[in-house]
Nanobody, 120 residues
């Protein structure tokens, strides 16, 4: 069964740093594009970033560009999100999600999320 388990969230001060991890199992991780998506309290889902199967193609939402870095280690079946200089508005539940296709850009499997709280 497909499983995605996020970790690394917690309380961080604005301007600090935090690294989120997503451990994948139950599928061939290296065959899928992977995404990070977040949901701030009381808000809708916001796509954050995506990385291609081998890491050669990377895209970010404008809101995090220049501050966050997505990466993956296919040998460890793990996806990462390095958060540098986080802002209070980055406070959210962060999900990793498996890419479905390149037509709809849908995501078929999601983790349960890890909570990031950025204090000012």
């Amino acid at each position: 069964q497909v499983q995605l388990v996020e970790s690394g969230g917690g309380l961080v001060q604005a301007g600090g740093s935090l690294r989120l991890s997503c451990a994948a199992s139950g599928f061939t991780f290296s065959s899928y594009w992977m995404n990070w998506v977040r949901q701030a309290p009381g808000k809708g889902l916001e796509w954050v970033s995506v990385i291609s199967t081998g890491g050669g193609s990377i895209y970010y939402a404008d809101s995090v560009k220049g501050r966050f870095t997505i990466s993956r280690d296919n040998a460890k079946n793990t996806l990462y999100l390095q958060m540098n200089s986080p802002k209070p508005e980055d406070t959210a539940l962060y999900y990793c999600a498996r890419g479905l296709d390149g037509i709809t850009y849908g995501m078929d499997y999601w983790g349960n999320g890890t909570l990031v709280t950025v204090s000012s």
